[in-house]
């Protein structure tokens, strides 16, 4: 027999009173009201849907009124209508609530960044939230992450690229979506905007780094000892020649990774492009560049402390401003002593081998890394001696002007 809509009358729900067993008044159409032993007043729907009876929670009296009740009974009977379950629908309602309200891209980035940190090198780790601190973050951080638009991300994306940098444009791309990825895992979004912008972005130009050539070095020399920027940003730069490590292993150096005595510099495996220790022979002009620095920087962690922060690095720009100062504008890079380096070495005709160990290429294998790292070790010495007297204009083939880095 079917039920008759609107039995129930205001003053009815109001003076129902508890009884020792829950019991129910009905309104028709499925809805009732549940009065418990407690003197609590739910608002359900029973209904059926493929086949099985369910029950729809509408709400608690008086939090939701008799007729607040009947606009919901009448919305998720629509529901069915169009063979819909209502029960389903409202989780999803509620769900989708839970993500608008209290998760932002920021969050979400932060909380990714932190997952995924132990699995890269802390500079690589640093590298990546500074390029999303610096440019989306200030514009979509506060952003739910369930609410933001291939459009409006594409917006922030585009001012990185007219700046002309193409390839961070693309590497904040490519962070953004692995962020939206992580939240779909996590259920706190369910879309990926950064997937539509496939193609959106002009490719980056793949260049090689600039690099000095053997003819140029003399110049650079003499520029170099006329530096008159800071410091410890023109020892930074003879010491990167010098060891020809990458930038970024450079700036995290701390002064505990160093045997002076023993001429060595240990660089942790946390903080190798490859994951595995590397040992870097010092040059006398090396333990010199470093003598100097520790009347400098010798009371901090860092050999090369943030001006304003004494325990964060140098910033990753701060070797390439010096160049530009220079007037090296698009002819050195911080990463292109790596490749005059190998360079020279090879026409003075060093093992090819020992060259690659010092540049740390190619040593995902632990094992073979640790065996080429011992097989080599002495002839890399010699190497790094021959390379620092080279530039200090002590090798015969080459007159290059010597770098004097003044007193302090």
Known sequence: MANVSNKLVGTGIKTAQAKAKPYK??????????VTPSGGKYWRLKYRFAGKEKTLALGVYPDVGLAD?????TDARKLLT?????GLAKKEQIRNERIKAGNTFEGMAREWHDKQKHKWTASHAERVLTSLELNIFPSLGARPIAEITPAELLDVLRVIENRGALEIAARVLQRCS????YAIASQRTRTNPAADLKGALKPPVRQHYSALSAKDLPEFLT???QFKGYETTKLAIHLLMLTFVRTGELRAAKWDEFDLPGKMWRIPADRMKMGVEHLVPLSDQALDVLNRLQVLTGAYDLVFPGRNYADKPISENTVLYGLYRMGYHSRATGHGFRTTASTVLNELGFESDAIER?????????????????????KRKAMMQTWADYLDGKNDSEKVVPIRSKQV
């Not at 008044?25 to 549940?34: A, H, T, V």
């Not at 009740?69 to 009974?73: G, I, L, N």
């Open 69 to 73: 009740a009947r606009v919901k009974r």
């Open 82 to 86: 169009n063979k819909i379950d209502p």
């Open 25 to 34: 008044l009905f309104d028709g159409e499925g809805m009732y009201l549940l």
């Open 358 to 378: 010092q540049l740390a290429h190619g040593e995902k294998d632990k094992v073979r890394a640790a065996y080429n790292r011992a097989k080599y070790l002495d």
């Open 178 to 181: 692995s962020v939206f990825r």
């Open 223 to 225: 520029k170099l000892e």
